[in-house]
């Protein structure tokens, strides 16, 4: 059985840093196109960031030069490094797993984690 778990989420004040953190078992990490996606009330789902299998990485324009994903084969935990937060990333993040790196129907999906960013 697979799971993803999430942590680390929390309210922080603009400007401000968080570190999430997703532990996967049944599956290992390093095999599968990891991703942050979120999603804020009335939004669409959007895709954060993504790292795949040979640890090449791509990010939202929205959250790049603020948002670091890495992964943690050790552990098989993924994370993802926050920083210079705004109120736009106020949201629920969710980890995923997929054998591929193509489009954004993952198949292993976490319960999320909630982030507020105020002001």
């Known amino acids: 059985q697979v799971q993803l778990v999430e942590s680390g989420g929390g309210s922080v004040q603009v400007g401000g840093s968080l570190r999430l953190a997703c532990a996967a078992s049944?599956?290992?990490?390093?095999?599968?196109?990891m991703a942050w996606f979120r999603q804020a009330p009335g939004k669409e789902r959007e895709r954060v960031a993504q790292?795949?299998?040979?640890?090449?990485?791509r990010y939202a324009d929205s959250v790049k030069g603020r948002f670091t994903i890495s992964r943690d084969n050790a552990k098989n935990t993924l994370y993802l490094q926050m920083s210079s937060l705004k109120p736009e990333d106020t949201a629920m993040y969710y980890c995923?797993?997929?054998?591929?790196?193509?489009?954004?129907?993952?198949?292993?999906w976490g319960q999320g984690t909630q982030v507020t960013v105020s002001s």
């Open positions: 049944g599956i290992t990490t390093v095999n599968y196109c």
């Open positions: 995923a797993a997929n054998p591929a790196c193509y489009g954004d129907n993952y198949v292993y």
């Open positions: 790292i795949h299998t040979v640890g090449t990485t």
